[in-house]
């Protein structure tokens, strides 16, 4: 596909224009929070649990990350699927759950039903999260907060999951004190600074049609941004793709490098020297290595460093875009068009 091709997809747009619908979640976080703060403290609740499906899964699971590591909750992520048909394992009799039901389109059947489910049968509030103001999942939460800021035309998720991510770390943020409202006020200009810079090396990457697999690393709060990759992958550019926790691919999953292998690693500060292992292991197989942090490692393989100047919390959001990007310019290079994957529909639905 040519590049003129390429920039005019609702996926080009989507991406690239993620500084003003940052700037925008940022703009509406008090009002969300003053809506969600209605509901009572959160103590109300025995915890917190994250549903979705797809792209919003993974922000249900970087949600749980963020809101576990802030607050102190019990705080848990699930797809949808796993609460409508396995409720006993997950619904206990006792438990008083606040749920954020989580869908960019609002109307995946799943998330749907799903919220349905945990109302019927546990004490709850269950708050839907989505970009659509009139959707199922309106009709079916307690309370609706959409995010009109990020509306998508693209069958593939990008910029919409970057700010809902954004939002539902801030309203954690605001229960706990406001500790990263400052450092995430940085965060338009980061992406548009980033955007700009970091297109060429991603797309040396991206275009390089002796790299046949991806696998992304990432644990803790990058965990949900490796999944997330490994799916953007597989859904712009029909890649074969993989996602694991950091350290859990030195257990069986690293057989798969190769030299046609690029391994991009999100190093977590906890991580510290534990990654050098994955490096060796790497090196060994001669597969390439990108590392995507905020720090230099003494490693001499390719780095892609920023996010210094903001917590290890927030720094998922500002990569975020690295990795659409980076699936973006590979559909590009293999004449696939992100905006319509074959047998992808936008909403996930179980009849018709
Ligand atoms: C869930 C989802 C999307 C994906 C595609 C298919 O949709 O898996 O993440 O990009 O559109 O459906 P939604 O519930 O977030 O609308």
Redesign the pocket.
Known sequence: MMNAKSEGTFTYREIYRQPEALSETLRHAPSRFVRVASIGPLERFTGVLFI??????HIALYAAHAWGTLLGLRARALPASEILNFPKAHLQAEARLLVFA???????DE?VLAAERVKATIETTVIGV?TEPECPLRRAADMHLPFPECPERS???TGSLTCMMLGLLLLADAFGGRTLQVEAAALPEEVAQSLRENERLLRTYAEDRALTRFIFLGSGPFYALAAEAA?KMI?MALTPAHYYPTLEFRHGPHLLLSPETLLVIFPAEAEGPYVNRVLEEARAAEARVLLIGARATEASAPQLILGGRVSELLRPILFAHLIQQLAFWRAAAAGVNPDAPPR?????RWNG
């Open positions: 979705g499906c797809g792209s919003s899964y989580i869908s960019r389109s609002g109307g995946t998330t989505t069958l593939v998720t799916l859904e992808l529909t936008r909403i996930v």
